[in-house]
C-alpha cells in the first residue's frame, strides 16, 4: 500500500527523519507554514502508517556495545513452516536488531549486535543455535562503520 505524499509531505518527513523531537510548530516554521495544517499532516502520515513510530536512537559505542556482526543463516530444511519457526524464533533474540530472507547462497542474514567478540561467542553457541532448523552459520563481523543511517532516501519519490 503506496501513500500518495505531497512535496511538503515530503519536506515535513524529512525534517522528522533527523530530528523526530521537532514539533508541530517547530516544523511549521521552517516549511514557512502556519502550525495547525503542519499538525495535521504529520497526524495523517502517522495515521496513515507513514510515520511508523518515533524512537530514540542511542550510540551503541557510548553504551559498549562495540561488535556489529552480519551473521548468514541456511537452514537445515527448507518450507515454509521451517521458515515460520525459525522466523518466529529469531524474534525472540534481543541482540539480532535485523533479519531478512535472502536471495542466493543464503537464507537468511541477520544484523547482530554485542558488546564484544565473547559476547557474540556466547550469544552464537548459547542463543543461535538453539533456534530451530539452523544448518549452516557464517559471521562477517564489521571492522570499520563508514555509512548507517535511518533515514530513508525521499528525493527519490
Given at each position: 500500500m503506496t501513500v500518495e505524499l505531497t512535496s511538503q509531505d515530503i519536506k515535513i518527513l524529512e525534517l522528522l527523519q533527523s530530528d523526530s523531537n521537532r514539533s508541530s510548530s517547530d516544523v511549521a516554521e521552517q516549511l514557512n507554514m502556519s502550525q495547525s495544517p503542519a499538525w495535521r499532516r504529520i497526524n495523517r502520515l502517522e495515521e496513515e502508517g507513514v510515520i511508523e513510530k518515533?524512537?530514540?536512537?542511542?550510540?551503541?559505542?557510548?553504551?559498549?556495545?562495540e561488535l556489529v556482526a552480519f551473521t548468514t543463516i541456511n537452514l537445515s530444511q527448507a518450507g515454509r513452516k521451517?521458515?515460520?519457526?525459525?522466523?518466529?524464533?529469531?524474534?525472540?533474540?534481543?541482540?539480532?536488531?535485523?533479519?531478512?530472507?535472502?536471495t542466493g547462497a543464503w537464507d537468511y542474514m541477520l544484523k547482530v549486535v554485542v558488546k564484544d567478540i565473547r559476547h557474540y561467542e556466547k550469544f552464537v553457541r548459547g542463543r543461535l543455535l538453539s533456534v530451530p532448523m539452523i544448518g549452516e552459520v557464517h559471521s562477517h563481523i564489521s571492522v570499520t562503520e563508514i555509512k548507517n543511517t535511518t533515514e530513508l532516501p525521499l528525493r527519490q519519490l
Open positions: 518515533r524512537v530514540a536512537i542511542l550510540n551503541k559505542e557510548a553504551l559498549g556495545m521451517n521458515m515460520e519457526i525459525f522466523e518466529d524464533a529469531v524474534k525472540q533474540l534481543d541482540e539480532v536488531v535485523e533479519c531478512y530472507t535472502m
